[in-house]
């Protein structure tokens, strides 16, 4: 069922006590609670994207209750078992509504708790209701239980509406587009965040940054390592490896901030960590596009697609078995252990050179370098030049822009937004020739390394997936005509005159 945008509020359970039998106005307040409740979970994705959006989605039984953004209430029943992907929910009001989320992203419960509810009704000496309110009564072991307030304004009842606002307000009740129930109802609950944010003291030096910027995203790898055990959704090990590789990319970056032993010794350590993770991530993007590649072909070359996403499905399966393993080892668990407390307590590192340099200007000079290098490499990319040309332009790019996402809060957020903008444009074509690229090389050793048992089913894998790389192929070599024109609006005079005022004192 559908209600339709009306003013929704979040209280805390309690302040429903308070209203039953209470003057409000000329009117009063006549609660009526129902006996009944029922199991509810609370649901999200892996890194809270409907919260972000200011959603609350519900799932009670078989039915999945949602809060949107401008304050409707959306209905579906029929759900059956706990909802797990967004495109495997029945076709309904709430699936239609949860079109942001990305079709392959896991819905994962945050808590769970009871579910009641409830109506308020303000009414005259006459016992005429003037206006209503429902309320979702939400409540947990652990936190404190709160209500959401659907409100119904009766016509030609205008201020009896305003009272029941008002009474609500007084009760300490906020819209629900400017809280969440997700932080009543489970106090102990931290949001994920992919990129913490860094409080660096202006005269930070570039020894404190990077232990700063370490010691923040190894908590942030700690925080997939389950959701990659459980296997519940593959954005897990994605992000585990970018909280990863970011580690690795200030270690390598940093020139001459730790000495030259420490630096290849944190070098091997994490790249040792690293390791274990990418069969398993590069099987995840096959998988991840397996639609898209299907899309490409004909119908008559699909049965080869078939055989070959069984043959990596099996192959996935021991791959997360294998880093499962891994990751709930003793040997690992002591080894992220020490490395975090290394970097929480860092008395044991060994400064460089660099080290006491103010961070403001060991970023400024590193970011200066980085640019320049990737404007050189630029300018002779045409449709002549060999690919690892573009992929090291690719890689300049992806260190650049960590590089200033490390560092933004040492320089102006206006300015900083309109070099990331462009960049990430640039940065989005350099990562699709790199995927065309890097499936070609995949499915060339695929077919490389198969057995000689079944001679036509083999002939048939190969017929689907030589033409699966021919089609590649011409993806990319269009895609790296876009680089050049992204590389272009990258680089525009506005872009030179900025990075040039930010890093490098204005001087060309």
Not at 287 to 312: Q, V
Not at 334 to 363: C, Q, S
Request: proline share 5%; with cysteine.
């Amino acid at each position: 069922m559908t209600f339709p945008p009306v003013p929704t509020y979040l209280a805390s359970a309690s302040a429903l006590d308070a209203f039953s039998g209470a003057p409000s106005g000329k009117l009063t307040a006549q609660l009526t609670r129902n006996e009944d409740d029922s199991a509810f979970a609370l649901l999200d994705t892996f890194d809270e994207d409907l919260r972000q959006r200011g959603m609350c989605l519900l799932q009670a039984g078989a039915e999945l209750i949602l809060w949107t953004a401008d304050g409707a209430m959306l209905g579906q029943s029929g759900v059956g078992a706990p909802a797990r992907f967004v495109a495997d929910l029945p076709s309904g009001l709430v699936k239609d509504a949860l079109g942001c989320v990305p079709a392959l992203r896991s819905l994962v419960p945050l808590g769970q708790g009871r579910l009641s509810s409830a109506q308020l009704a303000l009414v005259d000496d006459e016992e005429k209701t003037q206006a209503r309110a429902k309320f979702h009564v939400l409540a947990t072991e652990v936190g404190q239980g709160v209500a959401i307030a659907q409100l119904q304004s009766l016509r030609g009842y205008d201020k009896a509406f305003e009272q029941l606002q008002n009474d609500l307000t007084l009760a300490g009740a906020l819209p629900l587009t400017q809280a969440h129930p997700l932080k009543a109802l489970f106090p102990d609950h931290q949001p994920y965040v992919a990129k913490p944010k860094l409080d660096l003291a202006e005269d930070a030096t570039a020894f404190e940054t990077a232990n700063a910027i370490i010691g923040a995203y190894l908590p942030v790898a700690r925080r997939n390592e389950q959701g990659v055990i459980d296997d519940i959704d593959v954005e897990y090990l994605h992000d585990y490896r970018i909280a990863l590789r970011k580690i690795r990319s200030v270690i390598s970056l940093f020139k001459g901030v730790y000495s030259d032993k420490q630096t290849e010794k944190l070098k091997q350590r994490f790249s040792d960590l690293m390791a274990p993770t990418g069969r398993l991530r590069d099987l995840d993007v096959y998988l991840l596009e397996r639609d898209f590649f299907y899309d490409l072909l004909p119908e008559t070359l699909l049965g080869g697609l078939d055989r070959m996403s069984e043959i990596f499905s099996t192959e996935r399966e021991n791959e997360l078995q294998k880093l499962s393993k891994h990751l709930k080892s003793k040997g690992y668990e002591t080894e992220i252990t020490k490395l975090i407390h290394l970097f929480d307590t860092p008395k044991k590192l060994h400064a460089g050179p660099a080290a006491e340099e103010p961070a403001h200007d060991f970023a400024s000079a590193l970011i200066w370098k980085r640019y320049r290098k990737i404007c050189k490499i630029a300018a002779g990319i045409d449709d002549r030049t060999e690919d690892e040309e573009v992929h090291e332009l690719r890689i300049q790019c992806k260190k650049l822009r960590y590089l200033m996402e490390f560092f933004q809060p040492a320089f102006p957020k206006n300015e900083f937004k309109s070099l990331i903008k462009p960049l990430k444009k640039l940065q989005d074509n350099l990562g699709l020739f790199n995927d065309y690229s890097v499936q070609q090389e995949s499915l060339k050793d695929f077919l490389s390394g198969l057995k000689a048992d079944d001679h036509v089913a083999n002939m048939q894998l190969a017929q689907s997936v030589g033409a699966l790389i021919a089609v590649l192929h011409q993806r990319q070599l269009a895609e790296r005509q876009k680089v050049v024109e992204s590389f272009a609006a990258f680089n525009s005079p506005a872009t030179q005159a900025t990075f040039r005022d930010l890093f490098h004192g204005g001087k060309g």
